[in-house]
């Protein structure tokens, strides 16, 4: 079964999926055929460092697939921020199309790790 919880901060989102996942451990789903994806980083290492405090046995190797589906598409691929576009590539896309492109830099921080652009 998959499931989608939304709201706004503070709402409960993350208890919810986190008892879903002792559902399924409880039925002795193992770890790591559980994905637990979140949009930021942040609230994917929230999620994990929760389920690890409460699962004392376990360690951050354990939870694999607690992480944001950008971590997870790069790496099922293979990839790191090096390997997608870049400055350069904006550039050369905006003088190909003969428009400007405003490219704003990979956002390293926790907060969301997305790239973004005013253009």
């Known amino acids: 079964m998959r ?3 939304i709201g706004p901060p503070g709402t409960g989102k993350t208890k919810t999926l986190l008892d879903e996942v002792d559902k399924y451990i409880a039925k002795g789903v193992p770890l790591n055929r559980i994905g637990y994806f979140a949009f930021t980083r942040n ?3 929230e999620a994990r460092d929760r389920f690890l405090k409460k699962n004392k046995d376990l360690t951050e190797k354990d939870t694999l697939y607690f992480k944001t589906l ?3 598409a790069f790496h099922n691929l ?3 921020q090096d390997n997608v576009m870049n400055e350069l590539h904006y550039k050369a896309i905006g003088e190909t199309c003969g428009i400007q492109i405003n490219y704003a ?3 390293s921080n926790s907060w969301n ?3 973004s652009s005013n253009s």
Request: no cysteine.
């Open 78 to 80: 293979g990839l790191n």
């Open 105 to 107: 830099s990979y956002e």
């Open 113 to 115: 790790g997305i790239f």
């Open 43 to 45: 609230a994917a290492n």
């Open 70 to 72: 950008h971590s997870l």
């Open 3 to 5: 499931y989608k919880v």
